[in-house]
């Protein structure tokens, strides 16, 4: 249960790897594969556990409006796919073993926020280029959920960019104060579910190319639940 409740917990940090834009030619649309490994910080969580669970790598397929993640976690639960529909407003959650997919309003604030700040220093060399960062921190209004804080360092590179007015009301995890300063797509987050595991995704292929819109098709064969 536990590590179940951790893989809907990252949902919103899940989010926080891509956001979208509009139909502009300047804004990003292609494919990121990011890399995914864990730090654990409780005695009874073991790394090779995480990233069972939660998957050891990622594929992003971004359009200008959408986006859609999957997550090679090979746990009980199987893979993990997360839709994000920014016209629309709503993220869908599916994994592969479970029978119901979980729609969520991406403009509701369910989160604290304790810092948000620009990295004047140190940057980090992605894919051969400096990337500067932002830290965010913030603790769930929901006491029933399993972190008791999140701290997110995320890293970008500004050719990679993002719609500002898209993401004003993609609010999950205040993923659009991140965009309005940073401007583009989050290429390594270091992200502490506090007081489980540490994450590290860090995108290790970048293709810019057009994105089939099958990736982004919600699977209608499950029943779909609102999360309140």
């Known amino acids: ?128 280029e400096e990337c500067s960062s932002i830290t965010m921190s913030y603790e769930p209004l929901n006491s029933e959920e399993f972190y008791t804080s999140i701290t997110g360092t995320y890293h970008y590179n500004p050719k990679y960019s993002l719609d500002t007015e898209l993401n004003k009301n993609n609010k999950s995890g205040f993923w659009n104060l991140y965009v309005n300063e940073a401007k583009a797509i989050s290429l390594r987050n270091e992200i502490e579910f506090s007081p489980y595991f540490k994450s590290i995704q860090e995108a290790v292929s970048i293709v810019q190319q057009p994105i089939d819109e099958s990736h982004f098709i919600v699977n209608t064969d499950k029943t779909i639940t609102l999360k309140e």
């Open 1 to 128: 249960m536990l590590f179940l409740n951790m893989r809907i917990g990252i949902i919103t940090l899940i989010i926080c790897l891509v956001s979208q834009v509009t139909f502009a030619q300047d804004f990003f649309e292609g494919q990121i594969d990011y890399k995914n490994t864990f730090i654990s910080l409780h005695d009874n969580i073991d790394t090779a556990m995480l990233a069972k669970e939660l998957g050891d790598s990622c594929t992003a397929y971004i359009k200008p409006d959408k986006y859609a993640l999957i997550y090679n976690a090979k746990g009980s639960s199987g893979w993990m796919k997360v839709i994000v529909n920014l016209n629309e407003g709503f993220s869908y959650t599916e994994y592969q073993n479970n029978d119901t997919i979980t729609k969520e309003d991406i403009s509701v604030v369910k989160e604290k926020l304790l810092i948000f700040e620009r990295d004047l220093e140190p940057k980090k060399d992605i894919l051969g």
